[in-house]
Structure formats: C-alpha cells, structure tokens
Nanobody, 115 residues
C-alpha cells in the first residue's frame, strides 16, 4: 500500500521557520522524484520545490528561492522541506508528491504564517 504522510506543519509568526517531513512507503522511493506543492485558500495548487531521484538536483519556485530547502534521505524513505523566513503568503496546505512511473500524493499538512 502506497503512503505519503506529511508532518511538521503548524502556526508560525512571520520570519519564523518550519521543517516539513514526508514519510514514504509502499514504493521504490529512491527511483522517484520528490516534490512539494502547496494550495492556499481559493487558489490552485502550485509547485514549491523538487529534488530529483538521480543526482539530487533541486529546483524551486521563484517565490521560495533562498528561503526554502528541499532534501531527501533515501535510506529512510523521507523527504523534507526546510522553510525559513516565512511570510504570510506562504500560508497554505503543503503536499508531498512522488513522481516517477506513477504519481503519488500525500494528504497535506497545514502551514499558517500569522502574527
């Protein structure tokens, strides 16, 4: 059974940090590109960050470059998103996505940036 389980979301003040985790199971994690997406209220889901399965190449949305860092641990079947200097516009549900032969999604974790 394929599962992607996100954790680490919460309420944080502007300028604060959060680290999201994505625990994967039920598929060959190391052969999948791992992505983070987010969806704010009333908006479409948007790409945030990607880390490739080969070479660990990283790509980021312009809105998060320099503030967010994506990483993965293939030994633990985990992906992470370190988010620093958070802004109110970062408020959204964050989704973990595994893309390869198939496309898998987690249920999401809420991130709220507010004073």
């Amino acid at each position: 059974q394929v599962q992607l389980v996100e954790s680490g979301g919460g309420l944080v003040q502007p300028g604060g940090s959060l680290r999201l985790s994505c625990e994967a199971s039920g598929f060959n994690f190391r052969s999948y590109n791992m992505n983070w997406y987010r969806q704010a209220p009333g908006k479409e889901r948007e790409f945030v960050a990607r880390i490739s399965s080969v070479g660990f190449r990283r790509d980021y949305a312009n809105s998060v470059k320099g503030r967010f860092t994506i990483s993965r641990d293939d030994g633990m079947n985990m992906a992470y998103l370190q988010m620093n200097n958070l802004e109110p516009d970062d408020t959204a549900v964050y989704f973990c996505n595994a893309r390869g032969n198939y496309d898998f999604w987690g249920q999401g974790t809420q991130v709220t940036v507010s004073s």
